[in-house]
């Protein structure tokens, strides 16, 4: 009798099941290991926690921060808030801060941290939080041009998808070496990060075209997008309702340079200050706050010495803000105790 053999076409396809399913497993296989692994310290699996960050950019330690159960205060914004040293607001209000700001980034992702933080702490001891120029546009996406792991800090579905990833992948290699390693290095616990020698040897002290820069003055007209209205109110409003009540919010406008200040009674002058304006009555609603303004003329912003560029002041500045956030949150503690 004849011996039959499979048809191409079913031999095609029984190579092709295999290979389906050979990816299927091996990606199984690989989630498996990277979901034990946790590459970011997310905690959602805490097998291989070790208590310890290892280092990397803000954009993925804040999971890790952000539920850290050492500190019960969080400082949120980018760059332009990046200076307050939390270790000196713990210092001075008893109340352990870490410190969750991660460049680049607006209201949507910063609500974000500010949604995860309060997931791993119900009852923080304090919030700080710093509405820039990013807050005062008027896409209710707040689209960014950097992209921000949304997926880090959302569900176990996201968290998943996230995961299948060229970066996820590479960073659960490199935390297993990390884990192996007796000596391994540890990122600083309290997020603190001082650019002021990452600016200097870029040259934004010395560099007479940087310093030029600092006194191009800002136009009359708003800038593209931020000519009201500001959708952050709504958003703001909604952020706020998560926090509890007894929970002092202290809310910074962070300084810029004199030049980058828009000419008085200016369409630009009107829109940012009705921006701001907004954003206040929102916050008045937390009745545990206070503002911490520093758009309204102070001394230092007339000087060159204390700002890198327009919007990035000095670790001076920074410290005198850290002061004054410090102040308003024993008040409003002292105020909450009576």
């Known amino acids: 009798m004849a011996q039959r053999h499979p048809t191409p076409d079913l031999a095609w396809r029984g190579f092709a099941a295999a290979i389906v399913v050979g990816v299927i497993g091996l990606t199984l296989g690989y989630l498996a290991v990277a979901v034990a692994v946790d590459p970011y310290e997310t905690g959602r699996v805490t097998l291989f926690s070790r208590g310890a960050l290892r280092p990397q950019g803000p954009r993925t330690a804040v999971a890790m921060r952000g539920r850290d159960g050492a500190y019960d205060g969080a400082i949120i914004g980018n760059s332009h808030i990046q200076l307050i040293e939390p270790a000196i607001l713990s210092r001075e209000t008893g109340v352990p801060f870490v410190q969750l700001s991660v460049p680049a980034t607006g209201p949507a992702e910063q609500f974000a941290v500010l949604r995860w933080f309060l997931r791993h702490h119900p009852k923080p001891g304090a919030i700080v939080l710093s509405a820039d120029a990013f807050w005062c546009g008027d896409d209710p996406t707040f689209a960014s041009e950097h992209p921000f792991p949304y997926w880090l800090l959302g569900d176990w579905p996201s968290y998943l998808r996230g995961l299948l990833r060229l970066t996820a992948a590479q960073e659960t290699v490199n935390r297993i070496g990390w884990l192996l390693n007796r000596t391994r290095p540890l990122a600083v616990a309290n997020g603190w990060w001082n650019y002021e020698a990452d600016y200097l040897n870029l040259g934004f002290a010395?560099?007479?075209?940087?310093?030029?820069?600092?006194?191009?003055?800002?136009?009359?007209?708003?800038?593209?997008?931020?000519?009201?209205?500001?959708?952050?109110?709504?958003?703001?409003?909604?952020?706020?309702?998560?926090?509890?009540?007894?929970?002092?919010?202290?809310?910074?406008?962070?300084?810029?340079?004199?030049?980058?200040?828009?000419?008085?009674?200016?369409?630009?002058?009107r829109a940012e200050r009705a921006c701001r304006a907004a954003i206040r009555t929102e916050l008045a609603g937390h009745g545990r706050s206070a503002v911490i303004d520093w758009r309204d003329g102070r001394p230092q912003s007339r000087d060159p010495d204390a700002f890198f560029d327009q919007s990035h002041y000095r670790l001076p500045v920074a410290q005198a803000i850290g002061a004054e956030i410090a102040n308003a949150i024993i008040r409003l503690r002292a105020d909450g105790a009576n």
């Open 206 to 269: 010395l560099d007479p075209h940087l310093r030029r820069k600092l006194d191009i003055p800002a136009g009359p007209e708003p800038e593209a997008g931020r000519a009201g209205p500001f959708p952050v109110a709504g958003r703001f409003r909604a952020a706020l309702a998560e926090i509890p009540a007894a929970t002092p919010v202290v809310l910074v406008f962070p300084p810029v340079y004199a030049a980058a200040e828009p000419p008085a009674g200016s369409p630009r002058a």
